[in-house]
């Protein structure tokens, strides 16, 4: 085991498989047409750990694990209990450690369950998408309704007490109704945490080629302020602009995201961050193929991932990105010291996005308004006009 960072830290691990493609997800995703290969995959992500926390000088303590995907739960628990030991040997735990496994209902085996928990995999985070099996239907999702709430409730029954329910709108076919529906069971189940999407259509995906017949913006808009409402009313907390939760069901690996963390990322097309020795800030992305990245990885002279550089022009713009979807916001000092961008060098810009009606500060933090976060782009596009210069810079 390593010795622990100052700061604890967070671990993505991605998992690239699905048994369908979704026609709405651009995330790095497989259909699984053959064998799942579960132990080569897991004993080239443990390779993974490994380089990655040398290239990345990283000693490190964990405070977050997120199993992401594609489906993870198509892997067994052995292959997850193999995957944790190694992280452990690697790395120091936080004694409140979250760590998450997605999950897609109708996939693997009810007793599963009992083994994630008992391996320490203490929240899940399943991708209901909506509770109508005509709408599932519609955007290629193979379990239905029920299965959903099956799962939730054997989550329960298990032991999990830290779940989140991931809920669509704006979806094809979706009318006013169904969306109500979709709510109301929702809200019954009474999940921790809920994770609200509006659909976007995103380039490279099925949807992209061929859009689908989608509700009118009015409709999608009103879906949108309905659920923060009922969600709000049912005792739930919006901290991000997609994120509610019950009070203390926060989720803390994607906080450390939105909070501009580091992160450690392994797995095919896993992105991750870190701070260097200077303090200059680096993201990196593994090799997306899953193939061409298990043999990258095990292959001591192919390089399975690419390094850049956060440019001094984008280091501000990458930190708001990522600030600015959050309810809190930001202190002038933590742009300071995360960015080292001192706030007299940009005060006129945010006086023209708080003049807009973007913006706001409340007891020393900046944060986005209700305006802000529904436009989002443009808010940072007053952000993309001007760049610190470099010996702004080099104050960090």
Known sequence: MRNAATHPTSLYVHFPWCQSKCPYCDFNSYKLNKRLPASEYISTLIVDLKKTLTFSNSSLELKSIYFGGGTPNLFPPDAFKTLLDNIHEECNFTDDIEITLEMNPGIGQPDN?????????????????????????????????????????????????????????????????????????????????????????????????????????????????????????????????????????????????????????????????????????????????????????????????????????????DFLMNYLRTKSGFTEQELLHKTGVPFNTVSDLFAQAKSQGLLQKQHNQWSSTSKGHQFLNDLLLLFTVTAPDQSTLDSR
């Open 113 to 317: 369950l009992e083994r994630y928990l008992a391996l320490g995999i203490n929240r899940l985070s399943v991708g209901a998408q909506t509770f109508s099996k005509k709408i599932l239907n519609n955007i290629g999702r193979l379990h239905n309704e029920n299965q959903t709430i099956q799962l939730y409730k054997q989550a329960k029954k298990t032991g999990f007490e830290n779940i989140n329910l991931d809920l669509m709108f704006g979806l094809p076919g979706q009318t006013s109704s169904q969306f109500d529906h979709d709510l109301r069971q929702l809200v019954d189940l009474s999940p921790e945490h809920i994770s609200f999407y509006e659909l976007t259509i995103e380039a490279g995906t099925q949807y992209y080629l061929k859009k689908p017949d989608l509700p009118d913006h009015e409709i999608i808009w009103s879906m949108h302020d309905q659920g923060k409402n009922v969600f709000e009313q049912a005792g739930y907390q919006q901290y991000e602009i997609s994120a509610f939760s019950k009070p203390g069901f926060q989720c803390v690996h994607n906080l450390n995201y939105w909070l501009y963390g580091d992160f450690v990322a392994i797995g095919a097309g896993a992105h991750g961050k870190y701070t260097g020795p200077t303090r200059d800030i680096f993201r990196y992305v593994k090799k997306s193929n899953p193939k061409r990245y298990m043999d990258a990885v095990m292959n001591t002279e192919d390089q399975f991932f690419s390094t850049e550089k956060v440019s001094n022009r984008t280091l501000m713009i």
